[in-house]
T-cell receptor, first 110, second 116 residues
Framework: KNEVEQSPQNLTAQEGEFITINCSYS?????LHWLQQHPGGGIVSLFM???GKKKHGRLIATINIQEKHSSLHITASHPRDSAVYIC????????????FGTGTSLTVIP | NAGVTQTPKFRVLKTGQSMTLLCAQD?????MYWYRQDPGMGLRLIHY???????AKGEVPDGYNVSRLKKQNFLLGLESAAPSQTSVYFC???????????????FGPGTRLTVL
């Protein structure tokens, strides 16, 4: 089983701060995914990465395959970024199952 | 496109009752998944399907059955509900990219189930 660990578990930031959420995993993967779960419960996929870096608006995701580590960065954070951010990995050798971290709960204060 | 839909959104059952949760997707995705989400734990895979007529067990399959008779639908059944099955259930679907790797997942809105 691929273990996925996220840090920190909880994070409070002031509006405008630069935020970093970390994810590490234990076994070689096919891809790493960052998801966002809104307070209302809905889950959306933010990024899918197998190498390098991706950027979408104020969100940046990076992955280091050798170190089995990924980071999600939020620049110029805003209260609407408050959500739970979930790291997941998919692994083709296990039938493309996904393994999830427990999430990082982010609160951005105005 | 509706994306991924789930019915019902809420349900309360008594111990021993049965029910079926329906998931439907209109994106022609090959893969479909059923997860449960419990406080303090990550999403855990119950069962999944790699195509019409095929299903496979995930991490926590006991007490659940699934069927995928049509590509767009994935049903999750609880034959005899137990309080330990109180949870929020999410369905998701994915397409397949190059090399057989699954693409991003699209999630349904979730079903909140309480078993008394």
């Amino acid at each position: 089983k691929n273990e996925v660990e996220q840090s920190p578990q909880n994070l409070t930031a002031q509006e405008g701060e630069f935020i970093t959420i970390n994810c590490s995993y234990s076994v070689g993967i096919s891809a790493l995914h960052w998801l966002q779960q809104h307070p209302g419960g809905g889950i959306v996929s933010l990024f899918m990465l197998s190498s390098g870096k991706k950027k979408h608006g104020r969100l940046i995701a990076t992955i280091n395959i050798q170190e089995k580590h990924s980071s999600l960065h939020i620049t110029a954070s805003h209260p609407r970024d408050s959500a739970v951010y979930i790291c997941a990995v998919s692994y083709i050798a296990t039938g493309n199952q996904f393994y999830f971290g427990t999430g990082t709960s982010l609160t951005v204060i105005p | 496109n509706a994306g991924v839909t789930q019915t019902p959104k809420f349900r309360v059952l008594k111990t021993g009752q049965s029910m079926t949760l329906l998931c439907a997707q209109d994106m022609n995705h090959e893969y479909m998944y059923w997860y449960r989400q419990d406080p303090g734990m990550g999403l855990r895979l119950i069962h999944y399907s790699v195509g019409e007529g095929t299903t496979a067990k995930g991490e926590v399959p006991d007490g659940y059955n699934v069927s995928r008779l049509k590509k767009q639908n994935f049903l999750l059944g609880l034959e005899s509900a137990a309080p330990s099955q109180t949870s929020v259930y999410f369905c998701a679907s994915s397409g397949v990219g190059r090399g057989g790797r699954v693409r991003e997942q699209f999630f349904g809105p979730g079903t909140r189930l309480t078993v008394l």
